[in-house]
């Protein structure tokens, strides 16, 4: 036949037929009706999947017993840093801030403070790391001197046993896009 020619291709639902009259190939959402049918799995079957599925009842024991992913979030204002470790639970385990790493007033907010924080953190992180097995996701938060800090001292030798435990690193500082009045400017 032409292509010219008008095709007739029946397409059958449930309750009715429908009569489908074209000048060119059908295509929907399948792909063209001429094309052949999609691969199949083989004699074999699908490959396994990477990683255990929760509903499956023989992946579930799997599932339970993956490592836990614990949380080290570094919160750096123009004031202060804190930083926090938590379980993956939100429990929390320890919290260091500059003030509590012996710094007063106005030098909680230098990069010192920031850097003495993140060292106590890691000492706390490579005791937990002798009795515990777990994977750290790290957090930042805020423009302030401690989230330098931090990161200086996650590459330093203080943060060797950190490291390797250290997944992912994500950055949540809030960015402020239109909303409300900003503060008036400090003025000295």
Do not use: W
């Not at 499956?56 to 804190?82: E, F, G, H, W």
């Not at 230098?110 to 790290?138: N, P, W």
Request: charged share 20%; with cysteine; aromatic share 8%.
């Amino acid at each position: 036949m032409l292509a010219a020619q008008v095709r007739r291709a029946t397409a059958s639902t449930a309750s009715n037929r429908i009569r489908v009259l074209t000048t060119a190939p059908v295509v929907g959402l399948l792909g063209r009706l001429d094309s052949p049918p999609p691969p199949t799995a083989g004699p074999e079957g699908y490959p396994p999947a990477k990683a255990p599925n929760p509903f499956v009842a023989k992946d579930r024991l799997a599932y339970l017993n993956q490592v836990p992913r614990y949380r080290l979030y570094c919160q750096s204002t123009r004031n202060n840093t804190i930083t926090t470790l938590m379980t993956d639970k939100y429990t929390p385990l320890a919290s260091f801030t500059g003030g509590s790493c012996g710094f007063k007033k106005v030098n909680r907010s230098s990069y010192e403070a920031g850097y003495q924080c993140a060292v106590h953190m890691f000492k706390h992180i490579a005791d937990l790391a002798q009795t515990r097995d777990f994977q750290i996701d790290l957090y930042f938060k805020g423009f302030g001197q401690g989230r330098d800090a931090m990161h200086r001292a996650l590459l330093t030798t203080e943060g060797e046993n950190v490291r390797p435990l250290v997944v992912s690193i994500t950055d949540r500082t809030p960015i402020k896009i239109g909303g409300t009045r900003a503060k008036k400017m400090r003025r000295l």
